[in-house]
């Protein structure tokens, strides 16, 4: 096990690279400490790929880990070395900001099974020479937490004083919460819930269906065969964008207003404004984002079902838990609406937690969770603050 600097190959696709070699620090798991997922296999040599921010403090109780989304990845709060873009919570992490890095130590990783540095489907298979593609094993919400407990224990990390995440990452924060709640002093759970709906289950299958009916996939092997589903890739994420936004935004930002144009074509080119935006979000997406890990996180998100893993009882995860809860939604997210936050705070009611609750009106939808949404961002700090006197964390 090690920490190593990460370089770059430009002779290799840059989805290659960063899977193999990211722009972010790393760290290395080898066959003598492999990482036990839940379809049985012990998985090994592994590697994290994560970004710190922000110092340690000397008893190491300052410690936060945020938990990224579907489509994020560890870049939260620098600029982004594939897209050169800022990170996709800068709004929320940084100096005076409400996740202080002047206060907290904040640390972010890739999720295993992802794209940018921690193991996934386009790392190199060391038994083969070439990208694992399908050879990859199927992971779980679970398995990303239990990479991530690796990564602290190499950090030196005993406890968190807060974990945070929205959506995909809510789950995480959930499942760290139900799994080794000892080590985890406060907990922000976002536009999250407990488990897919079937609706949710039926959008993932769409998209996984139009990657998957790429001629160019090539069975996951594309990038042996030289190839990459990217009509596909951009289709399935044309789809799910629609599902990050809401009707009232969608009309706010598009209405029925033409691109660049006052009249149809009468064809099949993008006329409308709102088109043309979602085929902007699949042409971008393709470039930063690999085809199979799309697979994997979408079913990971599928499997994941806390109160399945506990009797059927959700109150059960939570039983006795000492960790302080801040649940969020919002009222136009109609991927994970209220009542699936709600069910969260219903059941650490019953487990006897410290759980308050937050529902923010908004008409931004899902995405609410990483835009300027000032109530979100007092809430957020109003909470750590409270939660750092009660830790004993020097303001």
């Not at 289709?235 to 599902?243: C, E, F, K, L, Y």
């Not at 660049?260 to 935006?277: G, K, L």
């Not at 470039?287 to 009797?311: K, P, V």
Request: proline share 5%; aromatic share 10%.
């Amino acid at each position: 096990m090690s920490t190593t600097p990460a370089t770059a190959e430009t002779k290799l696709p840059v989805l290659v690279r960063e899977a193999d070699r990211p722009r972010s620090r790393l760290a290395e798991f080898g066959p003598d400490t492999p990482l036990q997922l839940d379809c049985g296999v012990a998985f090994s040599p592994f590697q994290v790929a994560y970004q710190t921010y922000g110092t340690l403090n000397e008893t190491k109780s300052n410690a936060v880990l945020i938990c990224h989304a579907l489509t994020g990845d560890q870049h939260v709060g620098n600029v982004h070395p594939v897209t050169g873009k800022g990170g996709w919570w800068d709004i929320m992490i940084g100096p005076g900001r409400p996740i202080d890095t002047d206060r907290y130590f904040v640390v972010c990783s890739n999720v295993v099974g992802g794209c940018m540095g921690t193991s996934g489907p386009s790392s190199t298979n060391p038994l083969t020479g070439d990208p694992y593609g399908l050879d990859f094993p199927v992971i779980t919400i679970k398995d990303m937490v239990r990479a991530q407990t690796m990564l602290l224990d190499h950090l030196g990390i005993d406890t968190l004083f807060a974990v945070a995440g929205g959506s995909m990452g809510g789950m995480q924060v959930l499942e760290w919460c139900a799994s080794y709640p000892q080590r985890v002093f406060s907990a922000l759970p976002i536009a999250t819930a407990t488990r897919h709906s079937a609706q949710n289950i039926a959008f993932h299958e769409v998209g996984r269906q139009a990657v998957m009916a790429d001629p160019e996939w090539r069975n996951g092997r594309y990038f042996v065969e030289g190839t990459m589903p990217r009509r596909g890739l951009s289709v399935a994420r044309m789809g799910a964008h629609i599902t990050y936004l809401s009707d009232t935004a969608l009309h706010r930002k598009f209405g029925r207003r033409f691109q660049d144009r006052d009249n149809p074509t009468f064809s099949f080119d993008a006329d409308f404004e709102v088109e043309s935006y979602l085929r902007h979000q699949g042409s971008t997406f393709v470039e930063r984002f690999d085809a199979n890990s799309y697979l994997y996180l979408t079913r990971a998100m599928d499997y994941f079902d806390l109160a399945a893993d506990h009797g059927g009882v959700l109150a059960n995860a939570f039983k006795g838990t000492r960790t302080r809860f801040c649940v969020i939604s919002f009222t136009s997210d109609w991927l994970f609406p209220t009542p699936e936050s709600r069910a969260v705070v219903h059941a650490l009611n019953a487990g006897g937690a410290r759980v308050s609750f937050a529902e923010i009106e908004t008409d931004k939808g899902h995405d609410a969770f990483l835009l300027d949404e000032p109530e979100l961002l007092g809430i957020v700090r109003g909470f750590l603050d409270s939660a750092g006197r009660a830790r004993g964390l020097v303001s």
